[in-house]
């Protein structure tokens, strides 16, 4: 059956671009003469009622700010099947025949459960670790990179200044194409990521000793949040080479700012795609993006997919740090 009632709403962690996508989904409804309402707050919004009719106007000026204007949150309640039926049972109650949930893996099983549960749902990956297996890219990642690379420049004037190695933890918990990419982007001397397991002596104080030696005073070490101990990490360096060694956590200033230009196209595409899913009875599918293309997969298939790192760009930034 075709949608002529939808809700959106954002689930999990925020990134920027997440408005973007919530404005095209509006936007997108309404050209097809769907009604559309915004759910406040992730699915808990969904237990609560707290929804309300959205229009043209009400997704103005949106597109250029970070964050979610639909906020959102956690819902322990939600993922219990009592609190999937309660969500279910106020969408029928208020006539909403489908979802689009932006988010990352956890709020798509989410949406997996509610389609179980008679309510349609489509998942837009926004997340900005870029850790949906299925898509090549996910909202707010590009924003997070080119975030964490501004840092990442501004702490080199200082680490210059003083000759000293700057070790920087970045975000991705699971996922570390963020420290890969700005590790590259920035120069570092080392890049350390959860998806390789490291030497210390061989991948950082071999490296760092060998560019002394060939003139280098000051260096920068991107670690992924997920690789952990990064204090120990810096003190470490320190102890073994002698360099004066600072860790700087970046964050979630890296969740937040004006998405890139990046983000609110792919944004504006995903939650088009996501509206003519169910505008054409489409259920149960993520929004993905998959050689520059936007394309759907069923949910369950593409939470099985696994992660493939790029082993590739791994070695360029191994041999390019010298």
Do not use: W
Request: hydrophobic share 40%; net charge negative.
């Amino acid at each position: 059956m075709c949608a002529k009632k939808i809700a959106v709403l954002t689930s999990g962690g925020d990134a920027p671009g997440m408005n973007a996508a919530v404005r095209a989904v509006v936007r997108t409804a309404i050209s097809f003469g769907m009604e559309v309402y915004g759910v406040k707050r992730g699915y808990n919004g969904l237990l609560n009622g707290d929804v309300e009719r959205m229009y043209l106007r009400s997704v103005s000026n949106i597109i250029q700010h970070g964050g979610t204007a639909l906020f959102t949150a956690r819902s322990p309640e939600f993922n219990t099947p009592e609190g999937v039926e309660r969500a279910a049972a106020h969408c029928r109650e208020m006539g909403i025949d489908g979802v689009v949930v932006i988010g990352g893996d956890g709020s798509f099983r989410g949406a997996r459960d509610l389609t179980n549960a008679g309510i349609p749902c489509i998942g837009v990956p926004g997340t900005i670790d870029n850790d949906i297996s299925s898509s090549e890219y996910t909202i707010g990642y590009d924003t997070a990179m080119n975030t964490a690379m501004d840092m990442i420049d501004r702490i080199r004037d200082t680490t210059e200044s003083h000759d000293r190695c700057s070790v920087v933890e970045v975000m991705g918990r699971r996922c570390g194409d963020i420290a890969l990419n700005t590790g590259i982007a920035t120069g570092a001397i080392a890049v350390l990521v959860p998806e390789v397991q490291f030497d210390f002596e061989k991948d950082l104080l071999d490296r760092i000793r060998y560019a002394q030696k060939t003139g280098k005073r000051h260096f920068i070490v991107v670690v992924a949040e997920g690789v952990g101990h990064t204090q120990e990490i810096c003190d470490r360096i320190q102890k073994e080479t002698g360099i004066e060694s600072r860790v700087t956590i970046l964050g979630h200033v890296q969740r937040g700012g004006s998405p890139t230009l990046r983000d609110r196209v792919v944004a504006s595409q995903m939650g088009y795609h996501a509206v003519e899913l169910l505008r054409d009875g489409k259920s149960n599918r993520v929004v993905v993006m998959k050689g520059e293309r936007i394309v759907d997969y069923d949910i369950t298939e593409a939470l099985e997919m696994p992660r493939i790192f790029d082993e590739r760009l791994y070695q360029i930034a191994h041999d390019l740090s010298r």
